[in-house]
């Protein structure tokens, strides 16, 4: 059995030798044509990698024949295929600004947008690539409204924009998990929120983040200095307001109830403090008039 096995593993590094050792005889060849045909061959057969290195010594020699159009797209295919997504991106576009009346042309247009769309990094790095392939298909639908990609693309872009909304609501967790006792957190985490809103108003993650809103808001209020927490208080307020009218059955109105009624007694604590303030101040500044008129 043993031996069986090594045989096997001889046989497969003599075949892979044998087929290393011509690929690098078709490189050497000086023929085109047959060069040209064997790197399509590769390339019907799977084998990108070895059809992209062909395409690549072929297309300085096949400038301006009739085999360049298809090598070009060939090329970026296999670029595609081998997820080199930025250069197929380039070969694509490369391709469309130069054989602008071929019949693939549509397509290397939309294969330019889609090898962005598939270059789009991770939810948690770096969007300014998936923000470009969003305007790159977007212009695509905008220029070619009948193409056969148009549905797909749609669906892409929203895929794609799905992808910049859980960004956008991480980075408002983010804030929110480090705001404890950090008012220029809390502060952000508001207004993050709130251009959340604003950017994704359809979201599934509004809900969570209105209730975040409002308790963000309230602590922005527990940890402020006195002079403005009245204010801050009325804000949490409001905000659990907008909670209740447009999540009137939501998960999360008890917990956001109890910080309302807090904020609603602490407001309505300092408006009275802030009222006899007033008054004292008012009764002081009458005695001192009084007393004066008494002197003169």
């Not at 593993?9 to 011509?22: E, H, K, M, P, Y």
């Not at 983010?174 to 108003?201: C, G, H, M, R």
């Amino acid at each position: 059995m043993q031996r069986t096995h090594k045989f096997l593993l001889f046989i497969l590094f003599a075949l892979t030798l044998s087929a290393c050792s011509n690929f690098e005889k078709i490189r050497k060849m000086t023929d085109e044509k047959k060069k040209y045909d064997a790197a399509i061959r590769f390339f019907k057969k799977g084998h990108y990698d070895k059809a992209s290195i062909l395409f690549e010594e072929l297309l300085p020699i096949l400038t301006g024949t009739d085999q360049q159009e298809i090598a070009t797209f060939y090329q970026a295919y296999c670029d595609y295929h081998t997820g080199n997504y930025e250069m197929a991106n380039f070969h694509f576009k490369r391709f469309a600004e130069t054989f602008a009346r071929s019949e693939h042309y549509e397509e290397a247009v939309y294969m330019s947008a889609y090898a962005l769309y598939k270059n789009s990094p991770q939810f948690n790095l770096d969007q300014s690539g998936t923000i470009t392939a969003i305007n790159e298909l977007q212009n695509f639908i905008n220029n070619y409204p009948d193409s056969k990609f148009r549905d797909e693309t749609s669906d892409l872009i929203k895929e794609l924009r799905k992808k910049l909304e859980q960004k956008a609501y991480e980075k408002v967790k983010l804030y929110y998990k480090t705001s404890e006792f950090n008012i220029a957190s809390l502060k952000s985490a508001v207004i993050e929120i709130n251009n959340f809103q604003k950017d994704y108003p359809d979201s599934d993650y509004n809900e969570e983040l209105a209730f975040l809103k409002v308790q963000s808001q309230y602590d922005l209020a527990q940890s402020t200095i006195e002079s403005k927490q009245k204010e801050r208080f009325d804000d949490a307020i409001k905000f659990y307001q907008d909670l209740v009218d447009k999540y009137p059955k939501s998960d999360f109105l008890e917990k956001a109830e109890k910080l309302y009624d807090i904020s609603f007694k602490e407001s309505d604590r300092i408006a009275k403090l802030e009222a006899e303030y007033k008054a004292a101040k008012e009764k002081s500044n009458t005695s001192k008039v009084g007393a004066g008129d008494k002197q003169k």
